[in-house]
């Protein structure tokens, strides 16, 4: 075998604990909705933000403040819902992946119907605003569009360089000074460029038993450059 087919792969978990997520101008609006639970102006709050931006850390955050059951698609019949135990949220990610399925959708529009009546809350996140969705259900359609809804925008510069410190603690790598000053100029300013350059950026090091370093972010960033 050659040293690339020996590189080992170990798992790594992020940390989503609540003091684990990074507050900044870009997500402090979602924050603050999440915060001001109980108090929603409907039965739903929809965070709505790009793949890798914190929707769900930030949900899981709700999570251990609240409490709340989350849902999956396919684990629920419309039936169903009435025999879910109280709980002072029901929590759905990506909830983009129900719509177009008629039965999800009523499950969906009979968990909504449920809030509405019982004061129960829905959380939900996705990565494109309800108005986009192609629904099936007309009346489960004009409900979820006149949600409450938070976004979370493009990051900024500090909020960048705190992602990328969190992602390579995560995977217990240490960097050298001055890879996160190098890297933020040159990468593509959004989340998910973040996840693919420290996931490549650690591959690289482990294959070739390399410290990260301003050389081997040179070398992940060519392609991209």
Avoid at 20 to 38: G, R, T
Avoid at 135 to 153: H, Q
Avoid at 163 to 183: N, S
Wanted: glycine content about 6%.
């Amino acid at each position: 075998m050659t040293p690339e087919q020996l590189t080992l792969h170990w798992e790594h978990r992020p940390a989503l604990g609540v003091d684990d997520f990074l507050i900044s101008p870009c997500n402090e609006q979602a924050v603050a909705k999440i915060d001001a639970f109980p108090n929603w102006t409907s039965p739903a709050l929809v965070i709505v933000g790009a793949q890798g931006c914190g929707k769900t850390h930030l949900l899981r955050v709700f999570q251990s403040m609240h409490g709340g059951t989350v849902l999956h698609p396919g684990d629920l019949s419309a039936n169903a819902v009435g025999g879910l135990d109280d709980a002072p949220a029901f929590i759905i990610e990506d909830a983009a992946s129900w719509i177009g399925d008629r039965d999800r959708e009523e499950a969906l529009f009979h968990v909504y119907n449920r809030c509405f009546s019982s004061g129960e809350k829905l959380l939900i996140s996705a990565r494109t605003f309800p108005s986009h969705w192609d629904f099936k259900i007309a009346d489960l359609a004009s409900r979820l569009k006149a949600a409450a809804v938070a976004e979370i925008g493009p990051p900024d510069d500090s909020l960048l360089m705190a992602i990328l410190a969190k992602l390579f603690a995560d995977r217990q790598v240490r960097v050298a000074p001055g890879v996160f000053e190098y890297v933020i100029p040159r990468i593509e300013r959004t989340f998910a460029a973040i996840q693919d350059f420290v996931a490549a950026a650690d591959n690289l090091a482990l294959k070739d038993k390399r410290q990260i370093t301003i050389p081997l972010a040179r070398q992940v960033l060519t392609p991209i450059e």
